[in-house]
């Protein structure tokens, strides 16, 4: 189910994810429709995020649905609100495979050091009950864009 997971980081409700990459947007026009999305370069670790900038990351750990029957939901550390970071997660079905991507951006005053393993989300898993419809996931095995 999880790939390159730590034992430790695995809680009585959740398991801890911890950075991988991270990755700076470039600055355009961006049209949904079209499909014309912002243009990105991979940022060295450790980084230090400025007041209002935002960065898109990948976990460490990978999902490896083999099973196809849980569903994954993210949900921000409590540490990273604490210091004026906002996570941006999402909801993954059971078929996802890949690292996990999310966003970060500095919502504060101050400069923040984020580093390689630090864990800034949570997975939560729901077991689905019943059959399962499969479905194409855009994002599959760590697109970022």
């Given at each position: 189910?999880?790939?390159?997971?730590?034992?430790?980081?695995?809680?009585?409700?959740?398991?801890d994810l911890r950075l991988n990459k991270?990755?700076?947007?470039?600055?355009?026009?961006?049209?949904?429709?079209?499909?014309?999305?912002?243009?990105?370069?991979?940022?060295?670790?450790?980084?230090?995020?400025?007041?209002?900038?935002?960065?898109?990351?990948?976990?460490?750990?990978?999902?490896?649905?083999?099973?196809?029957?849980?569903?994954?939901?993210?949900?921000?550390?409590?540490?990273?609100?604490?210091?004026?970071?906002?996570?941006?997660?999402?909801?993954?079905?059971?078929?996802?495979?890949?690292?996990?991507?999310?966003?970060?951006?500095?919502?504060?005053?101050?400069?923040?050091?984020?580093?390689?393993?630090?864990?800034?989300?949570?997975?939560?898993?729901?077991?689905?009950?019943?059959?399962?419809?499969?479905?194409?996931?855009?994002?599959?095995?760590?697109?970022?864009?």
């Amino acid at each position: 189910m999880l790939k390159n997971i730590k034992k430790e980081n695995i809680r009585p409700t959740s398991i801890d994810l911890r950075l991988n990459k991270i990755f700076k947007l470039s600055k355009t026009k961006v049209d949904l429709e079209r499909n014309i999305l912002p243009e990105y370069k991979e940022l060295n670790l450790p980084y230090t995020l400025k007041p209002n900038e935002y960065v898109l990351a990948q976990t460490i750990e990978e999902i490896t649905q083999k099973t196809k029957k849980y569903a994954c939901l993210l949900s921000p550390r409590s540490r990273a609100f604490r210091v004026g970071l906002t996570i941006q997660t999402n909801f993954f079905g059971p078929y996802y495979e890949g690292p996990i991507t999310f966003g970060i951006k500095n919502i504060s005053q101050n400069p923040i050091k984020i580093t390689k393993e630090l864990s800034l989300i949570q997975l939560v898993l729901f077991d689905i009950k019943g059959q399962t419809v499969p479905v194409k996931h855009d994002f599959q095995s760590g697109r970022i864009l």
